[in-house]
T-cell receptor, first 116, second 110 residues
Framework: ETGVTQTPRHLVMGMTNKKSLKCEQH?????MYWYKQSAKKPLELMFV???????ENNSVPSRFSPECPNSSHLFLHLHTLQPEDSALYLC???????????????FGNGTRLTVT | GNSVTQMEGPVTLSEEAFLTINCTYT??????LFWYVQYPGEGLQLLLK?????DKGSNKGFEATYRKETTSFHLEKGSVQVSDSAVYFC?????????FGTGTSLTVIP
């Protein structure tokens, strides 16, 4: 049990489908993140939410649409994806801290997405 | 800017061998440094951390020392086990932003 739960664990979707990834954290954190992990590439930050407000959108295509209804839940809505979007999508959370000190990120186990 | 560079893998070691995975960073300010581990089919788990210069993080026999003078945070373990086979990520955090290395795959053979 990581404290950060992602569903589904695996998802196969066609390019015309619409689906959503869900993330829930039970750690009382107030920052949540979406990362994309592709083979042989660095971890890519996609979105950051602090206290439900989006503070980072890392030039992500509009076919990815995040939603953060509260500090415990984060969604990633997917539509008209491309095969190159196939990857492991990781959700993470952390408490917000001041100054230069960063509390570590806590990750979920990810959703393995395959776009056909 | 902020970035992390870690040694390319894959690394293959025999059980009980000594492990070093190099990590260097560039950062503005004074970041926190982390090592994460990812086992197959799972997300990243925090392995250890250090929040200021000369701090040593340690966990499960792994150690890393925050060296400001060489901007490094190398991961070491004296005697690896088969169960240590995983991908290891070096990361830095500053201003609530996190920057990750590309990961180093470690395989330990009996």
């Amino acid at each position: 049990e990581t404290g950060v739960t992602q569903t589904p664990r695996h998802l196969v979707m066609g390019m015309t489908n619409k689906k959503s990834l869900k993330c829930e954290q039970h750690l009382g954190h107030n920052a949540m993140y979406w990362y994309k992990q592709s083979a042989k590439k660095p971890l890519e930050l996609m979105f950051v939410y602090n206290f439900k407000e989006q503070t980072e959108n890392n030039s992500v295509p509009s076919r990815f649409s995040p939603e953060c209804p509260n500090s415990s839940h984060l969604f990633l809505h997917l539509h008209t994806l491309q095969p190159e979007d196939s990857a492991l999508y990781l959700c993470a959370s952390s408490p917000l801290t001041g100054g230069n000190y960063n509390s570590p990120l806590h990750f979920g186990n990810g959703t393995r997405l395959t776009v056909t | 800017g902020n970035s992390v560079t870690q040694m390319e893998g894959p690394v293959t070691l025999s059980e009980e061998a000594f492990l070093t995975i190099n990590c260097t960073y560039t950062a503005t300010g004074y970041p926190s440094l982390f090592w994460y581990v990812q086992y197959p089919g799972e997300g990243l788990q925090l392995l250890l951390k250090a929040t200021k210069a000369d701090d040593k993080g340690s966990n499960k026999g792994f150690e890393a020392t925050y060296r400001k003078e060489t901007t490094s945070f190398h991961l070491e373990k004296g005697s690896v086990q088969v169960s240590d086979s995983a991908v290891y990520f070096c990361a830095l955090g500053t201003g609530n932003q996190f920057y990750f290395g590309t990961g180093t795959s470690l395989t330990v053979i009996p």
